[in-house]
Structure formats: C-alpha cells, structure tokens
C-alpha cells in the first residue's frame, strides 16, 4: 500500500513539472535569463523587477537551474516576468518554443 501511495505521489510530481509549459505556469528557477533586447521595458521594484513586453513576439531565453538548455519564451505586448533573486514569475500566455542546446553555458 505504501509503495502505491508514493508511486502515485512521483507520478503527479512528474506530470505537473514535465507539463508545466504546456498548461501555463507561474515561476520558473533560472541560471539565466536573457530578454530580446529593444523589445522590453523594465521597472524596478526593489528587491524585484519587472520586465513588460513592448511588442508582440517579444522573447526571453531562459536556462533554467540544473538543465543544460535555453527555452525561448515568447510574449504578447503587455504580458509581464518579475525577477527576484534566481527566481522569474511569468504572467499567464506565454508561449514556449522547443529547448535549444545552450552553448554559452555547460
């Protein structure tokens, strides 16, 4: 019983994490981030910033903790990231594009 109880608590882990681009998420954990530049606005909200989209199809890169690959992001003009710290929030409607192999950082 009890090794159905955790494998069932794994798979759930799992389904939300490997799905978490395709249903929307709040935050992400990042090594780096990189904005399209020209096409976003940032503000400061100490300790916090906050980027907005100044045009449609604007993008950010982004190389999240522990992986070895940027996933491009892409925004509608308006939507937000507020970055704190190693941590980056993203408004709902970001569009994820397929990872790419990062070749500036192993």
């Known amino acids: 019983m009890k090794r159905t109880t955790l494998t069932s608590i794994v798979v759930l882990l799992l389904s939300t994490s490997v799905f978490a681009d ?22 400061v909200q100490t300790p916090c910033y906050t980027y907005t989209a100044i045009e449609d199809g604007a993008t950010v890169d982004v190389l999240r ?8 992001f892409k925004a509608a003009k308006g939507l937000k ?22 070749k500036t950082h192993p």
Do not use: I, Y
């Open 22 to 43: 395709t249903l929307g998420f709040v935050e992400q954990k990042f090594s780096h981030l990189n904005f399209e530049k020209g096409k976003w606005s940032r503000s």
């Open 65 to 72: 903790l522990g992986m070895n690959n940027l996933v491009p």
């Open 81 to 102: 990231v507020t970055v704190c710290g190693s941590t980056a929030a993203f408004d709902e409607g970001f569009e994820a594009s397929a990872p790419a192999l990062s």
